[in-house]
């Protein structure tokens, strides 16, 4: 990040990540709050690893991931719709290294988590912060006891620099699940009190359900147009 964007963001702010991982929740609930909290983008990044795509929805360019920033509540957003996949280490530098230039206080990192079974609409908490973890449980969030973390948040827990949170949202597998984005949103909004009216909630996470859906769909559409080309020049 550019010094004069550094500038704006005042001495050590919350940042929340959320990349699409399972159910999109992290993508969902990132697009949530910079539309909820009004706020300013600062910068946006990709990585050259990746196929060169970039989707359109509604006449805009989507960015593959957007740097957000809101003063009121001095919170960094990090949004992407990336798939992560093959890019894990690389994003938590990324993550880590935004925190380090902003001297974050802590990292709240938005995660889907499959149940095993039909999902119930759980949420679950991580923290490497006691102080948060006693907070969390206070609100009546349940703490993760058992569980595989994978992904974008599995790095960022591993190489870690600063204390990390994690909020998990059980979600239905292979599909945007708004209804576990919107619990996770509520969960924040007792956390950092975001003054979020739960009522449009689940018909918001339901728009950003459907743009998502749209944007993964045309992405794969590509990325399976590519293969066939690919295809054709061996054979």
């Known amino acids: 990040m550019r010094e004069k964007i550094l ?23 990132t697009e949530f709050l910079i539309g909820h909290m ?54 938590a530098d990324f993550v880590l290294d935004i925190c380090t230039k902003v001297s974050a206080r802590e990292l709240i990192s938005i995660e889907g988590v ?11 908490f991580f923290s490497t912060d006691n102080r948060r973890s006693e907070e969390l449980k206070s609100i009546g969030l349940k703490p993760m006891k058992e569980g595989i973390i994978m992904g974008v948040t599995s790095a960022l827990l591993l190489k870690k620099n600063l204390p990390v949170t994690c909020i998990f949202g059980e979600a239905n597998a292979g599909m945007p699940d708004n209804n ?14 975001l003054n979020v009216d739960p009522k449009p909630l689940k018909q918001s996470a339901k728009e950003f359900e459907e743009k998502f859906k749209a944007i993964f769909s045309q992405m794969q559409t590509a990325n399976d147009e590519k293969d066939k080309k690919m295809l054709s020049y061996v054979g």
């Open 7 to 29: 500038k704006k963001i005042k001495k050590r702010p919350v940042v929340i990540e959320g990349f699409p991982g399972f159910g999109l929740i992290g993508s969902i609930v």
């Open 38 to 91: 009004s706020c300013e983008k600062l910068d946006d990044h990709y990585f050259e690893d990746l196929p060169a795509n970039i989707a359109i929805h509604d006449g805009k360019l989507v960015e593959p991931i957007g740097i957000y920033y809101n003063e009121r509540f001095n919170i960094v957003i990090i949004h992407s719709i990336l798939p992560s996949a093959g890019i894990e280490w690389k994003a």
């Open 114 to 124: 499959g149940s095993g079974e039909e999902s119930k609409g759980r949420t679950f």
């Open 180 to 193: 576990a984005a919107a619990k996770i949103v509520e969960v924040l909004d007792k956390m950092i009190g």
